[in-house]
Structure formats: structure tokens, C-alpha cells
């Protein structure tokens, strides 16, 4: 119930090209999905999140989407470029977990230039 | 602002030394975690606070693990005695709930147990 199943475990993409990361919930009570962007010897930061009353969210480059009927959410980066190079990870909070986050497993996605 | 302040960046020791990791939430912040990463178990959630008081420690591993946060501005976790399946990237995170639902993550530390 409390799981986040992040696909795929690693990425690559061609510059300019779009990478898509997948999520799936369980746990219908959660009501903050986030996306994390990790770099190497850093600690994640969030990069964009979406709370299930709207079924897009879209910062520059960065979109999700969201579908809540089937309990999956994804991000999708639109001309993807060498910079972007890092690990994302998605995540779920809310419901009686409060501020417990759950986190999915990673995705290394990597940029080829 | 300074970020989420964690210290030492480094550690390592040896099995059976008690270790100690440290922890400075962003001011203004009202929750802290403590998570543990691994490249087999991903991130894990240990430990996290509200107000100072702990709220879910279902994450801990075992008896050797413990936390605590004396006061809004610090929290520490201790290992003792540390073991080297202890070995991994210690990140402590903070959130201002008043301002949404982000947290945010320290430098981490990465802890070597030999």
C-alpha cells in the first residue's frame, strides 16, 4: 500500500531527444506527488510536483502527467540535454502518512551529447 | 539561507565504534528526516520529527540506531556500535509546513564502516 514503483532503472536518451520517467501508486490517499533531481555527491532537490486535482503540470522543459484513475504519474523532459544528466526519483506523501514521503527507486538517466 | 547543514560530510570508522552524524535544518523549518541511501535499498526513510518530537521511527533498523532533536535547530543520529553493512549516504531533510510540502535535503553524509 505504501509502495512507489518508479521505471525504468536507467535512461539514455540523445540530446534533444524526450525522457520519460513512470510512477505508480497504491496508497489512494496520498496527495503530493514530487519529482527529485539528484546529482552525484548531492542530496535530491526537488524539481517539479502535482497534487491529483490537475492531471498536467509543466515547468520549462519539465511536465507531469497525472492520472489519477490509474494511480500512475509521469515526467517527462522535453529537450533533454547533457545537463540533465542525474538520477530522479518520484515520490508520494499525504493521507495518514502526513509529511512521511515514500520514495520510488531512482531512474539514472543520462543525456548523450 | 544556508540550506539543510549536515557534518561531518565524511566518516570512517571502524566496526563497533559508536558514530554520530549531524543535522541543521533550514530556520523557520518544523520538520526534519533522517534517510539512509544505498544503491541496493534506494532511499530509505529512518527517522522523521515534527516540532521536535518524533512521530514515526519505523524506518530505524535496529536498537543500534537512534536519534534524537534536543531543539528546533539540530538533531543528531547515532550508530552504536556500527556494523559495515552500516556503510552508506546518511541525508538529513527539512520542511516548513506552512509553505507547502517540499523538502530539503542536506549534502549528506557518506559513512564508511570498515
Known amino acids: 500500500q505504501q509502495q512507489v514503483k518508479q521505471s525504468p532503472q536507467s535512461l539514455i536518451v540523445q540530446k534533444g531527444g524526450i525522457s520519460i520517467i513512470n510512477c505508480a501508486y497504491e496508497n489512494t490517499a496520498f496527495d503530493y506527488f514530487p519529482w527529485y533531481q539528484q546529482f552525484p555527491g548531492k542530496g535530491p532537490a526537488l524539481l517539479i510536483a502535482?497534487?491529483?486535482?490537475?492531471s498536467e503540470k509543466k515547468e520549462g522543459r519539465f511536465t507531469i502527467s497525472f492520472n489519477k484513475s490509474a494511480k500512475q504519474f509521469s515526467l517527462h523532459i522535453m529537450d533533454s540535454q547533457p545537463g540533465d544528466s542525474a538520477t530522479y526519483f518520484c515520490?508520494?506523501?499525504?493521507?495518514?502518512?502526513?509529511?512521511?514521503?515514500?520514495f520510488g527507486a531512482g531512474t539514472r538517466l543520462f543525456v548523450k551529447a | 539561507d544556508a540550506g539543510v547543514i549536515q557534518s561531518p560530510r565524511h566518516e570512517v570508522t571502524e566496526m563497533g565504534q559508536e558514530v554520530t552524524l549531524r543535522c541543521k535544518p533550514i530556520s523557520g523549518h518544523n520538520s526534519l528526516f533522517w534517510y539512509r541511501q544505498t544503491m541496493m535499498r534506494g532511499l530509505e526513510l529512518l527517522i522523521y520529527f515534527n516540532n521536535n518530537v518524533p512521530i514515526d521511527d519505523s524506518g530505524m533498523p535496529e536498537d543500534r540506531f537512534s536519534a534524537k532533536m534536543p531543539n528546533a535547530s539540530f538533531s543528531t543520529l547515532k550508530i552504536q556500535p556500527s556494523e559495515p553493512r552500516d556503510s552508506a549516504v546518511y541525508f538529513c531533510a527539512s520542511i516548513n509546513h506552512g509553505a507547502g510540502d517540499t523538502q530539503y535535503f542536506g549534502p549528506g553524509t557518506r559513512l564508511t564502516v570498515l
Open positions: 502535482i497534487r491529483p486535482d490537475v
Open positions: 515520490a508520494a506523501s499525504g493521507g495518514t502518512g502526513g509529511f512521511k514521503t515514500i
